[in-house]
């Protein structure tokens, strides 16, 4: 790689890598796994360098969600919830700061019980704000795999967490 690419690419990582890491983050359910993921996509990405045409980040993004979902494919098992979000994404303090992090945190051990692809597309289309669209080319599949995923996982979803509030009845 020589130093202009390599240049471009720490610049290009300055400026995307929070929310890459965000969302490998949620992809993984840890801090250390999110960093792994998101190392190994950084790895292909340079070694596929010179074929890479445009912005890198779709790229780097279709490697970040095919790893991972090869990763759960591998395991075979669920993801571990996370228990709290990390220190830096913490806002220190009131009420309203600590119920928003209690609800962000339960709505990410929701989507860790989801199947992968479940998952990677609720992720993807409600996180990562993508459409069917962007989902679909992202992943290599039809719209329609992208539609009936997520009207699963969210169906899902909301199974979930109604469940509890009929058996207090």
Not at 63 to 71: E, I
């Amino acid at each position: 790689m020589h130093s202009a690419d390599a240049e471009k690419l720490e610049q290009f990582f300055a400026e995307r890598g929070r929310p890459l890491l965000a969302a490998a983050k949620l992809l993984t359910g840890s801090q250390q796994a999110a960093e792994d993921l998101v190392q190994a996509a950084l790895e292909r990405l340079i070694r596929h360098w010179p074929r890479i045409e445009g912005d890198p980040e779709g790229y780097l993004r279709r490697t970040l969600y095919n790893l991972a979902a090869d990763g759960w494919r591998r395991r075979k098992t669920r993801m571990a919830g996370l228990r709290r979000l990390d220190a830096e994404a913490r806002t220190g303090g009131g009420a309203d700061e600590t119920e928003i992090v209690d609800l962000r945190d339960a709505l990410i051990r929701q989507l860790l019980t989801l199947p992968p692809q479940q998952r990677t597309v609720l992720v993807l289309r409600y996180w990562e704000g993508l459409s069917e669209f962007e989902a679909a080319d992202l992943l290599g599949c039809s719209t329609g795999a992208i539609k009936s995923a997520a009207s699963r996982g969210l169906a899902r979803l909301r199974q979930q967490t109604e469940a509890p509030e009929k058996e207090s009845r």
